[in-house]
């Protein structure tokens, strides 16, 4: 099982549309979680970090669940900008490195 | 606030051919640096991680070095270039403390003919 696992996709979606990708990650000791996007060919931007309890950006919702070993990202009233790939990262304590996902490609469509 | 540079912006090299890519910090001190890797279609691969000058962890044994003479400084080499070295290279840092958020230079593209 890989570390960090997330469904590449594509979704494609309309304008306006809401869209969910979940990540599941295999340590259960993982302490810290990100989502990241990044767009094609340029560099991963973080877009949040994940919350225990949960959080909200605007249109963006993120959602941590322990027992399920899994997080997730909401987009709700999609933009054609937040087409791009987006990357589950988690941290899981035991050394400095973060654990990148491949990434869960977007397509807003006008 | 901080800024973090990466140069070239795209490379191309011939196969056995040296490499040495720059990267530097500026707004903040006593960074963690990385090195990350990303083949076409493929997810981000560590290579280096610094948490001070001259202290350089690798993480995928291969051809490839790096180096951290100042604090804010990060460079990565090559003697001698793969084909299998083609990719893009990225530069990252975080404040220190691990698993920190990580800020991303913005890459380098490099072709190994």
């Known amino acids: ?90 941290y899981a ?13 977007l397509a807003v469509n006008p | 606030s901080q800024t ?15 490499l040495s890519l720059e990267c530097t910090v500026e707004g903040t001190s006593n960074p963690n640096l990385y090195w990350y890797r990303q083949a076409a279609g493929r997810g981000l691969q560590l290579l280096f991680y610094s948490v001070g000058i001259g202290q350089i962890s690798s993480e995928v044994p291969q051809n490839l070095s790096a180096s951290r003479p100042q604090d804010r400084q990060f460079i990565l080499s090559s003697k001698k270039l793969l084909l299998s070295d083609s990719g893009f290279y990225l530069c ?8 920190d958020t990580q800020y991303f230079g913005p890459g380098t593209r490099l072709t190994v003919l």
């Open chain 2, 4 to 18: 973090i540079h990466q140069w070239p912006a795209t490379l191309v090299q011939p196969v056995g051919s040296p």
């Open chain 2, 92 to 99: 990252a840092w975080s404040d220190g403390l691990a698993g």
């Open chain 1, 1 to 90: 099982r890989k570390e960090v696992e997330q469904d590449p996709g594509p979704f494609n979606v309309p304008e306006g549309a809401t869209v969910a990708f979940n990540c599941t990650y295999s340590n259960s000791a993982s302490q810290s979680f990100f989502w990241y996007r990044q767009d094609c060919r340029k560099e991963p931007k973080l877009l949040m970090s994940v919350y225990s309890s949960g959080n909200e950006d605007g249109r963006f919702t993120a959602q941590l669940n322990r027992a399920s070993q899994y997080i997730s990202l909401l987009i709700r009233d999609s933009k054609l900008s937040d087409s791009a790939t987006y990357l589950c990262v988690v």
């Open chain 1, 93 to 105: 304590g035991n050394n400095r490195k973060l654990i990148w996902g491949l990434g869960t490609s």
